[in-house]
């Protein structure tokens, strides 16, 4: 077979010099072809990237032939969509590119109508435009504008010329294994390593595939497995190199992250840290690697909420990026995406939605269609758009990284449980609890089959689904979930977490709700005793558990022990919240309720009249709340 592409070649190449006079410099040809349905939607989606035809090219100067005997017969099969790709052909980048291409119109079957002409392997093109062909019997018709780019293309040839430095290292089968986990191919990697491994005649080959082995598995979201292969690497590397040598450096860094990915924090950033002394020691400044530790450090200080820090190491890792590395390479898309993800969580949202922004377009331009990456993009972008209230944009974008992920990762990746789980946070925000619901089962389903089972992430999912239980107002449910959480925390957390507050208070909830008031006052008191440890004294979650128990003395009628609650709660938000803000009308709203039953009715009006005037500075005339606490003011007078 090989023998038969290498002489097929060659026959092209040979009649393209004979006929190359006789030419056209520009010209257009035709190819119509059937695509299925799903990967027709692939090719929407790299709209302006680029595209290779990996076999032998059949193009027709004939548009007749090529739509009517060819797109349009594709379309008896109802899965497929018929394309006509016209395709714009530039000689001198043929030329340049060692593209060859040859007329065969005596050899065609159509003869001379056709015009045949046949491109060799591998001819790349750029996707100008996409647009459907009018036609009233079938919306499955589409016309594909090409331009030929060839091997000459200046974005392509920058990237492609890193990637192969990136990989200089290996040659044959472990070049082409590193290339498969950059195309999000890591299963198919690891088969490779694993029979290059068994292959292996010295300990710098043992050491190189057992650390790109380890990177396999930890694509793969396998982190014990990625753990051992890059402990098996150092172990190799510290007998046979200096100290200070950067290939023990890669192998801290890559420890690093498979325990940040395991949440063990504390040893990621030591690894990452003992990676970039070495680093800085053996590697010139601008040096690619060093950007790479930065940012792995700038990704924990962000998890410990140290937001500052890490938007500096990730500001220090774009800097050497932007001038290492080609301009559409993915790992400045990663920059970018980790910049945005503390923009995030800094409340600076069009900021964060800038960045991801700018991450999307680079690997749009860099990755295949269903690369990971672009599905973390689509989730990013998500994110930003349901912290800023557009539900149905949010739900788009999850669902679309959700598509990516199901055809390019495993069933059970951490990443698919990512996505499930902010497609359900989506639903809840609408109040589509049975939709959430399922949501956060299925990302929870994935993360237990791949986390310890004491891991905080699995507590957090108790929490949420005990949550969406208690709006339901299945009370049994809801606290059998919480009380998972809490034995979750109480492992795995220190005795005075602000989670474990939220677990007690949360238990708390449903036994008001339940009417068993003394177990929640119980709760609602270990919750602030705690947060009154872990917190600063004006924090918000204080004035939560204030109001929650000043809410249980006034339901069990005792009032002086609800109206010092109350009191205690309104005093931080005043200091803590704007003077109108809506958070203040339930104190004040709290406070009037406890003073009415004690017959203190001026004192009741007083705080009725503070919330009324809030409702009427931010809600219009008609709003329900409005209404309502006029309404409450005008019965509140009729006693005095």
């Known amino acids: 077979m090989v023998f038969f592409i290498r002489h097929l070649h060659n026959h092209i190449a040979e009649l393209h010099r004979q006929q190359q006079d006789s030419v056209q410099t520009n010209f257009q040809v035709f190819r119509g072809q059937g695509l299925s349905i799903e990967d027709f939607d692939k090719m929407k989606k790299t709209k302006g990237g680029l595209m290779s035809f990996n076999n032998f090219l059949s193009t027709s100067r004939n548009r007749d032939i090529s739509l009517n005997n060819f797109a349009q017969i594709a379309l008896m099969n109802q899965n497929s969509v018929g394309i006509l790709f016209i395709m714009n052909i530039d000689t001198a980048i043929c030329t340049q590119s060692s593209t060859p291409f040859a007329e065969l119109s005596e050899s065609s079957y159509f003869k001379n109508q056709e015009e045949e002409i046949l491109f060799s392997t591998h001819t790349i093109f750029r996707i100008d435009s996409i647009e459907r062909i009018e036609d009233d019997s079938t919306d499955r018709l589409w016309q594909v504008h090409l331009t030929i780019v060839g091997n000459q293309d200046d974005d392509f040839n920058k990237l492609t010329a890193h990637l192969r430095e990136e990989c200089m290292w290996a ?16 299963a198919k990697a690891e088969h490779l390593y694993q029979m290059l491994l068994e292959n292996a005649t010295s300990d710098k080959q043992r050491s190189d595939y057992n650390l790109q082995l380890g990177a396999a598995y930890q694509n793969m979201g396998e982190y014990s497995k990625a753990l051992s292969s890059y402990e098996r690497s150092l172990e190799i590397n510290k007998i046979a190199l200096p100290p200070n040598h950067s290939e023990l450096a890669t192998c801290y860094n890559n420890i690093g992250g498979v325990y940040y990915r395991m949440g063990e924090i504390q040893k990621a950033l030591l690894f990452f840290e003992q990676a970039l002394q070495i680093q800085k020691i053996a590697l010139p400044a601008n040096h690619p690697s060093l950007a790479s530790c930065y940012s792995n450090i700038g990704t924990v200080y962000a998890n410990m909420d140290e937001y500052p820090k890490a938007l500096l190491s990730y500001e220090q890792s774009l800097e050497i990026r932007a001038i290492a590395l080609p301009l559409n ?3 400045l898309a990663m920059s970018y995406n980790n910049i945005g993800n503390v923009y995030v969580n800094m409340g600076q949202y069009s900021k964060a939605l800038s960045s991801y ?4 377009e680079i690997r749009a331009i860099a990755l295949p269609p269903n690369h990971p990456d672009l599905a973390g993009s689509y989730n990013n972008i998500g994110l930003v758009y349901c912290d800023m209230g557009e539900y149905s944009k949010a739900l788009s974008m999850y669902e679309r990284s959700l598509e990516i992920q199901k055809i390019a990762l495993p069933s059970n990746h951490p990443l698919s449980a990512t996505s499930y789980n902010n497609i359900g946070k989506v639903y809840d925000k609408i109040g589509k609890l049975s939709e959430a619901l399922s949501s956060y089962e299925r990302a929870f389903e994935i993360d237990k089959a791949t986390l310890p089972p004491n891991h905080p992430h699995l507590a957090n999912y108790y929490n949420k689904i005990g949550m969406l239980y208690t709006k339901m107002g299945d009370y049994a449910k809801a606290l059998s979930s919480y009380e998972q959480s809490l034995e979750i925390h109480k492992i795995a957390l220190p005795l005075n977490h602000p989670d474990l507050a939220a677990s007690y208070n949360n238990i708390g909830v449903v036994y008001f709700n339940m009417g068993e008031y003394p177990k929640a006052l119980s709760l609602y008191e270990r919750s ?3 947060r009154a440890i872990a917190l600063p004294s004006n924090h918000p979650s204080l004035a939560a558990s204030y109001d929650n128990i000043g809410r249980v003395y006034d339901k069990v009628g005792e009032l002086s022990e609800a109206l010092s609650s109350y009191e205690r709660a309104l005093e931080i938000k005043k200091i803590t919240l704007p003077l109108n803000h ?13 003073y009415e039953k004690m017959g203190e009715y001026s004192k009741a009006l007083s705080f009725l009249e503070l919330t009324h005037d809030i409702f009427k500075q931010s809600l219009p005339p008609t709003h329900p709340d409005v209404v309502k606490s006029q309404r409450d003011i005008e019965n509140l007078k009729k006693k005095l």
């Open 171 to 186: 040659t044959g089968w472990a070049r082409f294994a590193h290339i498969l986990i950059q195309l999000g191919e890591p």
């Open 357 to 360: 922004q700018q991450a999307f």
């Open 528 to 530: 602030l005793e705690i």
């Open 582 to 594: 809506p958070d203040l009308t339930k104190s004040y709203g709290n406070i009037g309720i406890v």
């Open 329 to 331: 390479h993915p790992d």
